[in-house]
T-cell receptor
Framework: DAKTTQPNSMESNEEEPVHLPCNHSTISGTDYIHWYRQLPSQGPEYVIH???SNVNNRMASLAIAEDRKSSTLILHRATLRDAAVYYCILRDPYGSSNTGKLIFGQGTTLQVKP | GAGVSQTPSNKVTEKGKYVELRCDPISGHTALYWYRQSLGQGPEFLIY????????DSGLPNDRFFAVRPEGSVSTLKIQRTERGDSAVYLC?????????????FGPGTRLTVL
């Protein structure tokens, strides 16, 4: 599975936008870019995913670079509840070990200041 | 509806003892995953069930770890002769089906402490 690289930590002020970057320079043509987040003392939760086009949902937006070697998760107005570890994960539906398991890196710890 | 539940939420045991951790997936979800999360690390895959069978157990660290899902719903992760290094949060997740892109829904985890 292709590897992703994320900053260890980021800070944001409440009610401001947050841009969380992810590099995946060895991404394959069939890899989908997924984001999960983990709030303190909870299991991870799905945020968003995309392949090539930018995606929006009620939680966030995902901006994918034209060459797909990087992507950015955008929280439009950070709240205190958004303080979590954010994981960028590549998933290949056609991979040889196609079990759907998630391969987590270290993620980015987002701190939101009031 | 009800999410994924895990019991117990905390388990403290002594080195060498046997423990069982239980996972109740979302009703109707055929895929079930176990992960282990050490302090400060991301979750690490252990085993995946599709229905009753373990389709991928490549993440189990050694033969002290075993998991079952006899009726295709509830799963139990079993650890024999526990060691201090087994201390971690054990997470369970379920998804609707086989598709590799299906969203996984995680439980709150079981925090295992081996003294």
């Amino acid at each position: 599975d292709a590897k992703t690289t994320q900053p260890n930590s980021m800070e944001s002020n409440e009610e401001e936008p947050v841009h969380l970057p992810c590099n995946h320079s060895t991404i394959s043509g069939t890899d989908y870019i997924h984001w999960y987040r983990q709030l303190p003392s909870q299991g991870p939760e799905y945020v968003i995913h995309g392949l090539t086009s930018n995606v929006n949902n009620r939680m966030a937006s995902l901006a994918i670079a034209e060459d797909r070697k990087s992507s950015t998760l955008i929280l439009h107005r950070a709240t205190l509840r958004d303080a979590a570890v954010y994981y960028c994960i590549l998933r290949d539906p056609y991979g040889s070990s196609n079990t759907g398991k998630l391969i987590f890196g270290q993620g980015t710890t987002l701190q939101v200041k009031p | 509806g009800a999410g994924v539940s895990q019991t117990p939420s905390n388990k403290v045991t002594e080195k060498g003892k046997y423990v069982e951790l239980r996972c109740d997936p979302i009703s109707g979800h055929t895929a079930l995953y176990w992960y282990r999360q050490s302090l400060g690390q991301g979750p690490e895959f252990l085993i995946y069930f599709q229905g009753t069978g373990a389709a991928d157990d490549s993440g189990l660290p050694n033969d002290r770890f075993f998991a079952v899902r006899p009726e295709g719903s509830v799963s139990t992760l079993k650890i024999q002769r526990t060691e201090r290094g087994d201390s971690a949060v054990y997470l369970c997740a379920s998804s609707v089906g086989l598709a590799a892109l299906d969203t996984q829904y995680f439980g709150p985890g079981t925090r295992l402490t081996v003294l």
